[in-house]
């Protein structure tokens, strides 16, 4: 099964594009989309869940059209939004029994090994009569994987699941999402570049609504190879390098600046190759594209 995007498009009643004519097709595995805050990845993937409407455009999961047959979507499809809303005075065992009943899991006996499996696998076992409540950021973000893994789902859609968690409940999270099976769709959106590197074998790269680059984060890396170099320089510097280089990152290094700078060849003498990694991708296609927005 594969889910094929086809010319999507969407623009908020304030006139703000959020998604901009995206062509895409996500494969079984793990697809992710990186991109930074207000890029469009909640609207896309919430279009994709069914629960908002496109302005234009396709979307088909197999041989369902994901835009028109919800409900089709909605039985076969596992949903971890980025804010994510429990009833605090119920326990996760409660309603997470009550979730797989809605996902038609009628069978009680049935119900309660598929809801307790699940509760060992997010390790909430111990904690399963808690009220959500009372839970920790991670433990929550922990049974929203629990709920969106219940039914067996084959399209899988994770909206910034490491969000605001410690290095530990991260890397509890990434664990259980590289867990889900091969036969699945999972799209895992994230604008953390490490949650990609360590997941994913296809990625899309979206900004300002428009997809920038889609495909294998190696061959991602591989176009950029030899062309992002580094320097380090004063605080007095740092606007002139800026004006002066096409520089795509910066960051501090002891307190003084180091900048990245997209060059096909070596800028001058003082700077260093850098070894690319998906992070210089991120953001020499960020700033490709402010520099095309810029020229408009
Ligand atoms: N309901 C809305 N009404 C108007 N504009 C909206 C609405 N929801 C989102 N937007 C705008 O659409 C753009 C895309 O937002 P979206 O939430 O899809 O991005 P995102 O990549 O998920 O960002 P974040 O990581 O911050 O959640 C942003 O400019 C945002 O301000």
Known sequence: MQLVIKDL????SDNTQALKNINLT???????????????????????ATLQHADSGTITLGDIDVLQQ????????GYLPQEFGLYPRVSAETLLDHLASLKGLVNRGERKE?????????????????NLGAYSGGMKQRFGIAQAL?????????????????????NRILN????????????????????INELCTHVGIISNGTLLFKGRPIEAIESIQGKIWKKRVSKAELLEAK????????????????????????PD????????????????KIFEEGTVAQSH
Do not use: C
């Open 243 to 266: 004006n002066h280089f096409n520089v795509i990152s910066e960051r501090l290094l002891a307190g003084s600046p180091q900048i990245h700078v997209y060059s096909d060849e070596k």
């Open 26 to 48: 996500v494969y079984q595995g793990m697809f992710g989309l990186l991109g930074p805050n207000g890029a469009g990845k909640s609207t896309l993937m919430r279009i994709i």
């Open 9 to 12: 498009s969407k623009t908020y």
């Open 150 to 170: 219940i039914a067996n789902p084959k399209l899988i859609i994770v909206d910034e699941p490491t969000a605001g968690l410690d290095p530990a409940e991260r």
């Open 176 to 195: 259980l999402l590289s867990e889900i099976g091969e036969s699945t769709i999972v799209i895992l959106s994230t604008h953390i570049v490490d949650d």
């Open 70 to 77: 919800k409900e089709t979507v909605r039985q076969i499809l």
């Open 269 to 284: 003498e003082h700077f260093e190759e850098v070894a690319v990694d998906l992070e210089e991708v991120y953001f020499s």
């Open 114 to 130: 598929v809801v307790d499996a699940m509760l060992q696998r997010t390790n909430l076992w111990e904690a399963r009569k808690r």
